[in-house]
C-alpha cells in the first residue's frame, strides 16, 4: 500500500514447536525449523491481495490560480489505485486488512491465492487502530486463519510474513520477533509487534505469523528513510486485532468507554468556591 511518509512509512507487513519424550516433558528450547514450506503451503489459501480505486473528483490546476475565471476546459475525474494485503479469518467470507488499505475506496477487489477475484464490501474500520474488516461471497471449501496468542510471543521468536509486496502476491518473508509493545506514535492505541521480516509497499494488511501458522499481528507499518524495507517493521498485535475485528462484525463500529471526567487548574476562586 502506498502510504508510506519517508521516515515512518504507515502501511505495512507481518513458533515455535514445543516437542515431548513420550509426552512426558516439554522441550525447553524453541526447535529450529528446517524450513516453513509446510506452513506456508498450508496459509497460502487464506492471504489475499486487495486492489482499491478511489475516484478523485476535484482536481484544482496552476490554470486556475493563474486565470480563476477561465472554466472553458472540463476536468476529468482522477482514479487513484492502490495495493495492500489482508486474510481470510471466516469461511463466511470476512477478511481483515489495514483502515488505509480501504479508506475512501469507492472500488475494493479481493484477489486469492488462485488469482480469482471477487469484489469486496466494508464491513467497518477503525482508523484509531488502523484496522478494517471486508466480506466477499463465500467460496466453496473457503479456507481461514486462525488467531494466535501475540502475548505469548517473545523477542527472537519466528515470524512469517506473507503478503503482495509491490504486486507480487504471495510472497513469503521470515525474521524474527525483534520487540514488543513499541509505541511508534502512529495512533492513540500503539503497542506494535516489531519483527525485522521484510515489509514493503502492498504488504499493508497482510498476516504476521507464528511458527505455528496462526495469526499473531496485522502487518500495518515500516520504519523507512527510502520507503523500502531495512528490517523494521510493524505489526498489531492479535490481542487488539481480534478485539476489533469481533466488535466491526458484530456491530459495524467500534465503541469505547470513557469515565466522563476532565482536568482543570485549581484557581484561588475555584478553591474558595
Known sequence: MSYLPRNL?????????????????????????????????????????????????????LNDFLNPFDRGGRIQPQVREALGS???????????????VVADATEIHVVFSDKETAPA??????????????????RPNMTATAWGDSDAMQPGAWTIAIGSPFGLGGTVTVGVLSARSRDIQAGPYDDFLQTDASINR?????????????????????????????????????RTARTIVDQLISTGRIERGFIGVRLQEITPSIAEA
Open 86 to 100: 489482508g486474510f481470510v479469518i471466516s469461511p463466511e467470507g470476512y477478511i481483515v486488512t489495514n483502515n488505509h
Open 121 to 138: 464490501r466494508v464491513v467497518g474500520r477503525d482508523p484509531a487502530t488502523d484496522i478494517a474488516v471486508l466480506k466477499v461471497d463465500p
Open 202 to 238: 502492498g504488504n499493508s494488511g497482510g498476516p504476521l505469523f507464528n511458527a505455528r501458522g496462526e495469526v499473531i499481528g496485522v502487518n500495518t507499518a515500516i520504519v523507512s528513510p527510502s520507503g523500502g524495507s531495512i528490517g523494521i517493521g510493524f505489526a498489531v498485535p492479535s
Open 9 to 61: 512509512c504507515i502501511g505495512l507487513i507481518t513458533g515455535a514447536l514445543m516437542l515431548s519424550t513420550g509426552g512426558l516433558a516439554p522441550a525447553t528450547a524453541q526447535e529450529i525449523p528446517n524450513d516453513f514450506s509446510a506452513i506456508v503451503r498450508q496459509k497460502l489459501p487464506t492471504v489475499v491481495a486487495i486492489t482499491t480505486r478511489q475516484i478523485i473528483q476535484d482536481q484544482t490546476t
